[in-house]
């Protein structure tokens, strides 16, 4: 298993008062597979995501990752997960602004010591980049910057792909061409992907599908060929 | 009611970021507070020197003296007076008491027109008590104290006298000075009747001089004002940089705010009103509390300023400051100003601003690329102007402008060159980190560049004065130990006493060395005349600056005059030269020596050409050689043998140690201006960082999320702050050097009449950049914690997809 969560809880303080996001979730993701959380705002997916990230800590519960548990790690050891194990990709692309996009593909890769230049240049033709190389991310359509927030990630051969919504920000046509690519991609690199989205169709084409509400889940369903 | 709703909305921005707010208003008090001090300094000052012009009505009435600057005989008086010419004599001097001086005016209050009297003086029913021996003297209460105890006509307490000036009648002057029967000018009445015989034909050899509105004293002290108003504009100069960063910033901030005002109907013309009526609500806030800290800064630098135009060209001047309600006003003035200037640019782009304007950061970059590349051009341009101007100008205004066009020029410059060496770094790094380290800082220049040049004016203008004054000091230092060579320094109380003295010290001391002066006007301006003994002393150590090989035979002999070196710049007068002495003869120069921290021209005879020539010298003062081990002796031998006070008496140690009191003095207000334009500068650059920090979660939550720790992202985001600051520093040293040497070579030269060589002190460098490097850690401390302390909730929020 690569991805264990085990009577996972969270709960933030708002003005209105105490807010359970999460109650005792329990799942599991093989190495290699693809899992889709999907459910409606505020059902606790994006908190779920960053929870494996290791960008926020459970109220209660256990988190394993790659063999490794995450509430037993310390600023820097979530930092080195995140940097070598799991790559993000997010629906505001989060690009940097101030490299190129050459600079910001191979950004990850780099920061993990994994960068291959073979790979990123296959990636990026792959992802339709090789002519923007020297653009800015402020100088692409949502679209492209998607495909570089995809490729960056990719580019460093993550165990655990984390997708928050990766094409909310696009149009049906242009977030469908990019998620095949993605899923094509994915399974190139035999990286697992848990992926966030409110649209059914989309988890439709993951390996299984994981419905929330209110903070619990509610349903779990396989794809069906 | 749409302008109040708009008003509401745009005024909301500040009530969510009061720390913007509070920026802007600490920018612009300390800017004005700064800029009005100086001010309130040079109007105090200026108005002491209008007092003094106004003395005797030299600022509106003629006056008549010798065209030689020998005293005006009894009976050209008399001979004008028969003529028909309404004239009231005055004779003016300088009474030694020990070691007070007090500037003498005799006056004769039956003749002297109504204009040129005080109102009090001789004319509140003591008339008779002034006319009759003993007679009275009228002098400020401050005089008064100094001079209790002393035997002279009875004091009368005036409060229309500046300290250190006493008026008594002609009579009884003339007989404290011991000049019976001189007279030194001729007040003219401006009623005269018509048909009058004219002056020359009267009396041979005297000339009418026409009312003098600034004064010789407004004339001396105005380079140093103007070296005041440099600095107070310089510091003003600072704190707008915070506030054109404050209101930028607020602006950009409020970009969303504006488009949406102006998409629910609001006039371009509306909102830009808007906006310039919250400023002018902020300037006047401002104002308000930059004029009552400028009072502050006033008052606190006053007593330095005063004790220095004492020191350097005993002005007088009172050390506390008056209110003034046209202060006040030129307070607000110049707050307004400041504003306006400041946020011109950001009113002119909401002005224009398309609706649907769309906000990028890298746009916001890029657009600064084509800005410094005209940034550079006008950089360029300013250089060169500046090489022009200090190649071929000449003057004190041009000397300013050099310096301006250098500070400007390089704060213009700045951001070109640290944009053209983040670029370099990028390209070189190989590290990812390092690479996104270095573009990051780059995409963060536009925001802090202002706040960048602020530091470096600040900095430059530390370098540049501090050389400055380091090379001055140690150039005086040296000085002092060959002009004051003899060991001890005696002045007896009056001239029999003098007499006793001289007689006493015969045998007892290697030399007894005269320092006898008289003042008068040479070249139409007022000197001082010394009488130099021909002793090893002298030909030894006396610092002369160009000479010939028989410079000091020729002085010894009474056919050679030394100059200090004011006079001979002032007048172009080198060696050979005639020189025409108070009393009407001639001399020729024969040397010019240096003499810093006089204002004054300054000629030195031979001690005998003195007596020959003006018998009638105080010869009160003397300098000792001796062994130093009979210093102790001797003096304690003279304490009790004469009995003089501990003033009269004073050792090469003391007065060397007193000089350089004097010299710290002066420079001390301009010390503490630099110390103040520097944490102008720091605040600046606090102001930046701190409005800066509330932008950068956006750009450093996805390092973070790829694998960076927070305590990382805090520690390169303090490595920028001193990357940016050391680079910053750097280019503060040659512009400072620069500045320095135009100081030392171009304003002292025209300010003071000197020029000094330049020296380089690295030590001090390694100071002021220990102090900036602090001043950057500490306005970097807030934003660092908060972002250290930052919440990892904080940081998800920029990935939030429900924003």
Same mark, same amino acid.
């Given at each position: 298993m690569l991805?264990?969560?085990e009577d ?6 708002t003005a209105e008062g105490?807010?359970d996001?999460l109650q ?5 993701l093989d190495?290699?597979r693809?899992?889709?959380?999907t ?5 606790g997916?994006?908190?779920?995501l960053h929870l ?5 800590h ?9 063999g ?9 050891g979530?930092?080195?997960?995140r ?5 993000l990709?997010f629906?505001q ?21 994994r960068?291959?230049?073979?790979w990123?240049?296959r990636?990026t033709?792959r992802?339709g980049?090789?002519?923007?190389l020297t653009?800015y ?8 910057q ?8 990719l580019?460093a051969?993550?165990k655990?792909?984390?997708a928050?919504e990766p094409?909310?920000n696009l149009?049906e046509?242009t977030g469908?061409a990019?998620?095949?690519l993605m899923?094509s991609?994915?399974a190139?690199t035999?990286?697992s992907?848990l992926?966030v989205t409110?649209?059914?169709?989309l988890a439709g084409q993951l390996?299984?599908?994981?419905h ?12 069906t060929e | 009611?749409?302008?109040r709703?708009?008003?509401?909305a745009l005024l ?10 509070v920026?802007l208003?600490?920018?612009l ?6 800029w009005?001090?100086?001010q ?5 000052a200026?108005a ?7 003395t ?7 006056r008549i ?7 005006i005989?009894?009976s050209?008086?008399?001979a ?6 309404l004239?009231?004599p005055v004779?003016e001097?300088?009474l030694?008491l020990?070691p007070t001086?007090l500037h003498l ?7 002297m027109p109504a204009?040129?009297l005080?109102a ?8 008779l ?5 003993p ?11 100094r001079?209790s105890?002393q035997?002279?006509?009875p ?7 500046l300290?250190?000036i006493?008026?008594t009648d ?6 404290l000075l011991?000049k019976?029967?001189d ?7 401006s ?9 020359e034909?009267?009396a041979?050899g ?6 003098d ?8 002290t105005?380079?140093f004002h103007l070296n ?9 100069a600072?704190g707008?940089?915070?506030?054109y960063?404050?209101?930028g910033?607020a602006?950009?901030?409020r ?9 629910l ?5 509306t909102?830009?009103?808007l906006?310039l009526?919250?400023l002018v609500?902020f300037?006047?806030v ?6 009552l ?6 008052s606190v630098?006053l007593?330095?300023v005063?004790a ?8 007088s ?16 003035a110049i707050a307004l100003?400041g504003t ?5 640019q950001s ?8 609706l649907?304007a769309p906000a990028q950061?890298?746009a916001?970059?890029?657009a600064?690329?084509l800005?410094?590349?005209l940034q550079?051009v006008?950089a ?8 022009v101007?200090a190649?071929?100008g000449?003057?004190l ?13 390089a704060a213009?410059?700045l951001?070109?060159l640290l944009a053209?060496f ?12 390092g690479e996104?380290?270095w ?5 963060q220049?536009p ?8 530091l470096?004016?600040?900095l ?6 501090g ?16 002009r004051?060579?003899a ?17 006493w010290l015969?045998?007892r001391?290697?030399a007894v060395?005269p320092i006898w002066s008289?003042?008068?006007?040479v070249?139409?301006?007022p ?8 002793h ?6 006396w610092?002369l600056?160009a000479?010939?090989?028989d410079?000091?035979?020729r ?6 005059a030394?100059i200090?070196?004011q ?8 060696i050979g030269?005639?020189l ?6 001639t001399?020729t120069v024969?040397?010019v020596?240096?003499?810093?921290g006089n204002?004054?021209?300054q ?9 020959t ?5 105080a010869?009160?003062?003397y300098?000792?050689r001796l062994?130093?081990?009979?210093i102790?002796v001797?003096s304690e031998?003279?304490r009790?043998r004469?009995?003089l ?10 007065l060397?140690?007193r000089?350089?009191d ?14 103040l334009?520097?944490?102008v ?8 960082l ?5 932008m950068r979660?956006p750009q450093?939550a996805?390092?973070?999320a ?10 390169l985001?303090?490595?920028r702050? /001193?990357v940016l =600051? #050391?680079i910053? +520093?750097? $280019?503060?040293? !040659?512009?400072?050097?620069?500045? %320095?040497w135009?100081l030392?070579?171009?304003v002292?030269?025209?300010?003071f009449?000197?020029?000094?060589p330049?020296?380089?002190?690295p030590m001090d ?5 220990? /102090?900036?490097? =602090? #001043?950057?850690l +500490?306005? $970097?401390?807030? !934003?660092l914690?908060q972002?250290? %302390? ?11 997809n429900?924003?």
């Amino acid at each position: 298993m690569l991805v264990v969560l085990e009577d996972v809880s969270k709960s933030y303080q708002t003005a209105e008062g105490r807010l359970d996001v999460l109650q005792s979730i329990d799942l599991s993701l093989d190495a290699g597979r693809s899992l889709a959380l999907t459910g409606e705002s505020g059902s606790g997916k994006s908190t779920l995501l960053h929870l494996v990230a290791g960008l926020d800590h459970p109220d209660a519960g256990r988190i394993t990752v790659d063999g490794q548990e995450i509430g037993g790690l310390d600023d820097k050891g979530r930092a080195t997960l995140r940097r070598s194990t799991v790559g993000l990709v997010f629906q505001q692309f989060n690009l940097i602004p101030s490299l190129t996009v050459a600079a910001n593909l191979a950004f990850h890769a780099r920061l993990a010591g994994r960068f291959d230049a073979d790979w990123q240049q296959r990636l990026t033709k792959r992802l339709g980049l090789d002519q923007l190389l020297t653009r800015y991310p402020e100088q692409l359509s949502g679209g492209q910057q998607q495909r570089v927030a995809i490729g960056r990630t990719l580019a460093a051969r993550p165990k655990l792909v984390l997708a928050d919504e990766p094409t909310g920000n696009l149009d049906e046509a242009t977030g469908d061409a990019v998620m095949a690519l993605m899923l094509s991609l994915v399974a190139e690199t035999g990286s697992s992907l848990l992926m966030v989205t409110h649209s059914r169709r989309l988890a439709g084409q993951l390996d299984r599908r994981i419905h929330l509400r209110s903070g619990r889940i509610d349903q779990t369903a396989e794809r069906t060929e | 009611m749409m302008r109040r709703a708009a008003m509401a909305a745009l005024l909301s921005h500040w009530r969510r970021r009061p720390l913007q707010l509070v920026m802007l208003l600490l920018g612009l008090s300390l800017a004005t507070a700064l800029w009005s001090g100086v001010q309130a300094i040079n109007a105090e000052a200026r108005a002491s020197y209008d007092r003094a012009a106004a003395t005797l009505g030299q600022d509106r009435l003629d006056r008549i003296v010798s065209a030689t600057g020998a005293p005006i005989t009894q009976s050209a008086y008399i001979a004008l007076r028969r003529a028909g010419w309404l004239v009231s004599p005055v004779i003016e001097g300088t009474l030694r008491l020990g070691p007070t001086r007090l500037h003498l005016i005799g006056i004769d209050p039956l003749t002297m027109p109504a204009e040129g009297l005080e109102a009090d003086i001789g004319r509140d029913g003591d008339l008779l008590a002034f006319l009759t021996p003993p007679g009275l003297l009228y002098v400020s209460a401050e005089t008064a104290e100094r001079l209790s105890g002393q035997s002279l006509p009875p004091l009368k307490v005036t409060a229309s006298l500046l300290s250190g000036i006493g008026m008594t009648d002609i009579g009884t002057a003339q007989r404290l000075l011991g000049k019976p029967g001189d007279i030194s000018q001729l007040i003219v009445a401006s009623e005269q009747r018509q048909g009058l015989p004219p002056i020359e034909q009267l009396a041979p050899g005297l000339v009418v001089k026409t009312p003098d509105a600034q004064g010789d004293l407004a004339r001396l002290t105005d380079s140093f004002h103007l070296n005041l108003t440099a600095f107070g504009f310089l510091a003003f100069a600072v704190g707008l940089f915070i506030v054109y960063s404050a209101i930028g910033l607020a602006f950009e901030q409020r970009r969303a705010t504006f488009r949406t005002l102006r998409s629910l109907g609001l006039p371009a013309t509306t909102l830009t009103g808007l906006l310039l009526a919250e400023l002018v609500g902020f300037a006047l806030v401002a104002g308000v509390a930059g004029v009552l800290l400028g009072y502050l800064v006033g008052s606190v630098l006053l007593p330095g300023v005063a004790a220095t135009l004492q020191g350097l060209y005993g002005a007088s001047v009172p050390g506390t400051l008056t209110l003034r309600p046209e202060w006040w006003a030129s307070g607000l003035a110049i707050a307004l100003f400041g504003t306006l200037a400041a946020a011109a640019q950001s009113l002119w782009r909401v002005w224009r601003m398309p609706l649907l304007a769309p906000a990028q950061p890298r746009a916001w970059a890029r657009a600064s690329e084509l800005g410094l590349r005209l940034q550079a051009v006008a950089a360029i341009a300013l250089f060169a102007t500046t090489i022009v101007l200090a190649v071929f100008g000449s003057g004190l205004v041009v000397g300013f402008s050099v310096l301006g066009g250098l500070l400007l020029g390089a704060a213009l410059l700045l951001p070109v060159l640290l944009a053209a060496f983040l670029a370099l770094m990028q390209r070189v790094t190989k590290r990812p980190i390092g690479e996104w380290f270095w573009a990051d800082t780059r995409q963060q220049l536009p925001g802090l560049s202002l706040a960048l040049m602020a530091l470096l004016l600040a900095l430059s203008a530390n370098i540049g004065v501090g050389t400055m004054v380091s090379s001055f000091r140690l150039t005086f230092t040296g000085w002092l130990d060959q002009r004051l060579a003899a060991e001890l320094y005696v002045t007896a109380r009056d001239e029999a006493q003098a007499a006793d003295l001289r007689g006493w010290l015969a045998g007892r001391v290697d030399a007894v060395l005269p320092i006898w002066s008289v003042s008068g006007e040479v070249r139409g301006a007022p000197a001082e005349i010394f009488g130099v003994a021909d002793h090893p002393t002298y030909r030894n150590n006396w610092p002369l600056l160009a000479s010939v090989p028989d410079t000091w035979d020729r002085v010894a002999k009474g056919t050679g005059a030394l100059i200090n070196e004011q006079l001979s710049r002032r007048d172009g007068l080198v060696i050979g030269d005639s020189l025409m002495l108070p009393g009407g003869w001639t001399t020729t120069v024969a040397g010019v020596y240096s003499d810093y921290g006089n204002p004054l021209p300054q000629v030195m005879i031979g001690i005998d050409a003195l007596t020959t020539h003006y018998p009638d010298v105080a010869r009160l003062r003397y300098g000792l050689r001796l062994p130093s081990d009979k210093i102790d002796v001797i003096s304690e031998a003279l304490r009790e043998r004469f009995d003089l006070p501990p003033e009269n008496l004073v050792d090469q140690a003391s007065l060397k140690r007193r000089s350089l009191d004097i010299f710290e003095q002066t420079f001390s207000v301009t010390a503490a201006l630099n110390i103040l334009t520097l944490g102008v500068a720091g605040l600046a650059m606090f102001a930046s960082l701190m409005t800066l920090s509330t932008m950068r979660l956006p750009q450093l939550a996805p390092i973070w999320a790829m694998g960076l720790t927070r305590r990382q992202l805090v520690l390169l985001e303090l490595a920028r702050t /001193l990357v940016l =600051a #050391a680079i910053t +520093l750097l $280019a503060a040293l !040659p512009v400072g050097l620069g500045l %320095a040497w135009v100081l030392l070579s171009v304003v002292n030269v025209e300010a003071f009449g000197w020029k000094l060589p330049m020296h380089i002190f690295p030590m001090d460098w390694v100071r002021l950049a220990a /102090l900036a490097l =602090a #001043a950057s850690l +500490l306005s $970097a401390f807030i !934003p660092l914690r908060q972002l250290a %302390a930052v919440a990892p909730s904080d940081l998800l929020r920029v990935f939030a997809n429900e924003r």
